[in-house]
């Protein structure tokens, strides 16, 4: 049984008030908003003509975030099996806050260099595009799955947080793993 008082300091009165059906459409048009943008980034816009030598850091940068939200994510995930929910809630906005930044520095470096062609040859090559491409595919799903989760959490609604969050937890353990994953394939072949 969650904690009353934890539960009120949690909720966020405006998310509580709003209907959790205009919460997902307003969750869906973010995300696909969010997806439109990355996906003109990647292949509708060329990169830059100067590219500052920091720039080629960001990949790393990309990597430590992700790597730092799946941290943060297990601790989440072993603390609400304690059933302590403020923990909980520190270690899973702390890995919100690791995957925003990784966003960040995510556009910011394909800003400047554009698309990433991979290189390889081999046996790597179907290995790292069936990796890539479940990546891309989980990232898409997960966008929605993480502010869904978020919003029934402030909204008080712990029962649907729960049910989302099954879903939610291991897609986005599998999404940052691979972005690891990835950066160290890439990093061979780059």
Request: glycine share 4%; charged share 15%.
């Amino acid at each position: 049984m969650p904690n009353k008082e934890f539960d009120e300091k949690v909720t966020i009165n405006a998310f509580k008030d709003l209907s959790a059906a205009k919460a997902v459409v307003y969750i869906m048009i973010a995300s696909g908003l969010v997806l439109i943008f990355l996906f003109w980034l990647l292949y509708f816009r060329d990169g830059a003509e100067v590219i500052p030598a920091w720039v080629f850091n960001l990949p790393a940068v990309n990597a430590f975030f992700n790597s730092v939200a799946t941290i943060f994510l297990i601790l989440g995930f072993l603390e609400i099996k304690k059933r302590n929910f403020e923990r909980h809630m520190q270690y899973n906005l702390s890995a919100f806050v690791a995957s925003a930044v990784f966003l960040i520095s995510y556009v910011l470096y394909h800003n400047f260099v554009g698309h990433t062609p991979f290189p390889g040859e081999g046996w790597i090559r179907p290995v790292y595009f069936t990796i890539l491409i479940s990546h891309i595919i989980l990232s898409v799903v997960v966008v929605p799955l993480i502010l869904s989760s978020f919003f029934f959490a402030f909204a008080g609604k712990f029962s649907i947080h729960r049910k989302i969050s099954k879903f939610t937890f291991p897609i986005w353990i599998y999404v940052s793993i691979t972005g690891v994953i990835i950066f160290f394939v890439l990093r061979q072949y780059v």
